[in-house]
């Protein structure tokens, strides 16, 4: 365990995928670097200091200790002086009491915050927060942030903040005797899913799961590192039963001394994240993170200073806590939006906001679900045939399960199907809206709120779409870089404005609105996928299996009754079920689960030439003729020549024969993990290139050949997407020319692949592709929103 895990500072990343990219992680005692020694002094977070920013002095505030290329250094808040404030803002600040007052820079602006050596560290020096009015005089103080809203500098007061978290939460060191072992944090991240409410099924029972954030990304998404701390029962308290957890985890804060393997080791966790889809949901009850309420969905919403602030909500509970009546007592707490009682995980060292974020699977979903019924309920009878019919048609992504029909079904539409449906929808209307396929009265409305032509008005409809879909799949990258994060930020702007443009449903409400709050959860926790809920897909998967047996149940039964047994509801043969069945009793012989229906297919195995790719197996032959592929052309030698000379094979090959398969499967080794692959005809797969980059390709041939020292090695045969550096108009979305001629090399050892079936090619359509898509067109686009739901 301790080798795969994480232990030690939180890290300033290019790209962020941990938690220990995070915020959080970093900030806090519980889980990052708490102390620093400087010049034999100790600084700690949350302190103020004077440090050396380009051969200036300067006041800051030590946010967190972090790691960089193995270097501990220091991310400091900003602060600035009367002089430094914007110009605008002087008039603001009423008169300089003294030259004692500064400002704290908001620390998400690009100019909040600065990463510095321990050298440039200069000296602790006293600055207050004032949190209250009671002025300090004779010191240092700050009672004002300086922050940007909708483009424009700002003052807002100090309160309105969260606190760092050594304000909230501090590490108790162990005992003295224990003081020379180690420290191990462990980070805890507990989520409650009411799955009932979430899905049409008739039973609603609580599943309460824990991860340990020290995994990494990739070992956490796995079904086996979910930890089920157990069920609510139905109609159970999830107070009484989460008690016994709060229990330990307060034990735990304070730390306990643990064995690990032969060592002890001195252990404290804590609480990192709740993420519970309570049955209020999203869309009953206001914000859990801010005040807003019908301006919820405003373009020009000042998130910052509307947030709810542990601090700030602690004042409320009291006021509801010392209110003499019940019927007081709840009036208060309706005004606040609060509980009557305190959240019971508030006896665990957290901040109640910033640490229960919004679930982004519920959020694109419900949003996705939103717009899909919008979208559906505008169309005539005629725009729901030619939707209907593309829907069909559509290639979907090989690995999917075929989706439900979206107008008939919509609501049995799972989670994960909507945000599928999401990733396609914008190509689907693509090629199927067009002005006649909106309702009269619809058209009207769109052209009158939005006051555009009707062609105008379909093309909104299908880039509003585009922007929906661009949104989701940024909001599900696994790991982030700079420019993700401010494109992310862009596009969730973008998202808001369309999608609100286009239809009054989408105005104040809270599934769009908890959007607003998704920039601050990347920076909290690394990613939103972090504190997404994979879980979910557990739960279906679990329900799936759930299904399976009941269907295996039913065909038990039918078999019994078939075979002469007796129903014992009526304790006699079910003759007709016998006379009916008779001449089908085969039909119910042999069944037995199969894996595959192909397991009893033969498997060649051949060499690998790339020490990353193990246990190559090639399966189900094909005649060459059937691949259309020639083989006899001096291209298809040449280009088998360079694919051999690529691992070091430099003689003219002997042997002329080629074996081709439909399939091959293989054991490829990513970033140290061992990743089981398949590979069939007509894969999209995608290759590193020297000097271009990512490129794709579709898998036309796999075939093995023999080399001349008589090892059987394994090929294949592309088509290559040349990318002509152009996007679609409407979508975005890049559009390349599939290359059927040999103008590039065409094979290449299996091993050049480096990923199957991760993008997705959508055919350009143009108005040829009628029944058939018209294959002289050789347009395609990368759909650049898809995604695998995690
Ligand atoms: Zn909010
Ligand atoms: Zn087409």
């Not at 050396?52 to 400091?76: A, H, P, T, W, Y």
């Not at 007052?101 to 321990?118: K, R, V």
């Not at 199907?417 to 809206?433: A, E, H, K, Q, Y």
């Not at 609105?513 to 279906?540: D, I, P, Q």
Request: with cysteine.
């Amino acid at each position: 365990m301790e080798k795969s895990f994480y232990f030690g500072p939180g890290i300033e990343a290019e790209e962020k995928k941990e938690y220990w990219h995070g915020d959080l992680w970093a900030e806090s005692p519980l889980f990052g670097q708490e102390k620093i020694t400087i010049n034999r002094e100790i600084y700690y977070p949350n302190e103020f200091i004077i440090y050396k920013e380009n051969g200036k002095r300067r006041f800051g505030r030590i946010r967190s200790i972090v790691s960089i290329n193995d270097e501990l250094q220091i991310k400091i808040q900003r602060i600035c002086t009367y002089y430094e404030l914007p110009n605008n803002l002087h008039s603001n600040v009423h008169s300089i009491t003294s030259e004692s007052q500064l400002w704290l820079i908001d620390q998400h602006l690009e100019e909040g915050s600065i990463i510095a050596n321990t050298y440039e560290i200069i000296k602790k020096v006293d600055i207050t927060i004032v949190r209250d009015s009671t002025i300090i005089t004779n010191s240092l103080f700050i009672k004002e942030i300086l922050y940007k809203n909708n483009g424009h500098w700002k003052l807002r007061d100090a309160t309105l903040d969260y606190m760092h978290p050594c304000e909230y939460s501090a590490l108790s060191s162990p005992p003295s005797s224990y003081n020379n072992f180690r420290i191990l944090k462990i980070f805890i991240d507990i989520y409650y899913d009411d799955f009932g409410t979430y899905r049409n099924t008739y039973h609603s029972l609580g599943g309460v799961y824990i991860q340990l954030g020290n995994m990494p990304f990739e070992m956490r998404k796995h079904l086996r590192n979910h930890f089920v701390l157990g069920f609510v029962p139905f109609g159970g308290c999830f107070k009484d039963f989460i008690h016994p957890f709060i229990k330990d985890m307060k034990q735990l804060e304070k730390g306990i001394l643990m064995n690990i393997q032969g060592r002890d080791c001195w252990i404290i966790a804590g609480l990192e994240c709740i993420t519970a889809d309570l049955p209020q949901g999203n869309d009953l009850t206001g914000c859990r993170t801010c005040l807003a309420k019908e301006n919820a969905t405003d373009i020009t919403l000042d998130i910052a200073s509307i947030s709810r602030y542990h601090h700030i909500t602690n004042i409320q509970f009291k006021n509801i806590f010392t209110a003499l009546t019940l019927e007081e007592r709840n009036n208060i707490a309706k005004e606040y939006g609060l509980q009557t009682s305190l959240p019971i995980f508030d006896q665990l060292q957290w901040e109640r906001h910033l640490q229960s974020p919004q679930d982004i699977y519920h959020i694109i979903a419900g949003k996705t679900l939103k717009l899909l019924k919008l979208t559906i309920t505008m169309l005539s009878p005629e725009g729901e045939r030619n939707f209907i019919r593309e829907w069909k048609s559509f290639e979907y992504p090989k690995q999917w399960s075929k989706l439900p029909n979206p107008i008939s079904h919509l609501e049995s539409f799972m989670m994960s199907d909507r945000i599928r449906l999401g990733m396609v929808m914008p190509f689907i209307l693509n090629r199927s809206l067009t002005i006649n396929c909106l309702k009269q009265q619809e058209m009207d409305k769109l052209q009158r709120r939005i006051k555009l032509n009707r062609n105008q008005v379909i093309n909104a409809i299908i880039k509003c779409w585009a922007i929906v879909a661009k949104c989701s799949q940024l909001t599900f990258k696994i790991s982030l870089t700079i420019d993700d994060r401010i494109e992310l930020e862009r596009y969730l702007k973008k998202e808001r404005e369309a999608l609100v443009e286009l239809f009054d449903d989408f105005v104040g409400l809270p599934n769009l609105h908890a959007s607003y709050h998704l920039s601050r959860h990347v920076r909290t926790f690394g990613t939103l996928v972090n504190t997404a809920v994979g879980t979910k897909e557990m739960v279906y998967r679990k329900n799936i299996e759930f299904d399976l047996l009941k269907y295996y149940t039913t065909l038990q039964a039918i078999r019994h009754l078939s075979d002469g047994g007796i129903d014992p509801r009526n304790l006699q043969h079910s003759v007709e079920f016998m006379n009916l069945f008779q001449d089908f009793s085969h039909l119910f012989k042999d069944w037995f689960i199969m894996e595959s229906s192909e397991t009893d297919n033969k498997e060649f195995k051949v060499c690998s030439p790339s020490s990353y790719f193990r246990n190559i197996m090639l399966r189900k032959p094909v005649s060459v003729r059937n691949t259309n592929i020639g083989i006899d052309t001096v291209s298809f030698r040449t280009d088998l020549a360079l694919a051999y000379e690529s691992f070091g094979y430099n003689s003219s090959l002997i042997n002329k024969t080629c074996n081709f398969y439909e399939y091959a499967s293989y054991i490829q080794d990513v970033h140290n993990a061992e990743v089981q692959c398949h590979l069939s005809i007509d894969d999209v797969v995608t290759i590193q290139v020297a000097d271009y980059g990512e490129s794709y390709a579709v898998i036309k041939g796999i075939f093995k050949h023999k080399s001349n020292d008589g090892y059987l090695y394994p090929f294949i045969y592309v088509d290559w997407f040349e990318d002509i550096c152009k996007n679609h108009n409407r979508l975005e979305c890049p559009i390349f020319v599939l290359r059927h001629d040999d103008t590039y090399c065409k094979i290449f050892p299996l091993t050049v692949i480096e990923k199957v079936q991760k993008v997705h090619f959508v055919h350009d359509c143009n108005s040829r592709c009628k029944d058939n898509h018209n294959l002289e067109n050789k347009h395609y686009l990368r759909n650049d929103f898809f995604f695998k739901v995690i």
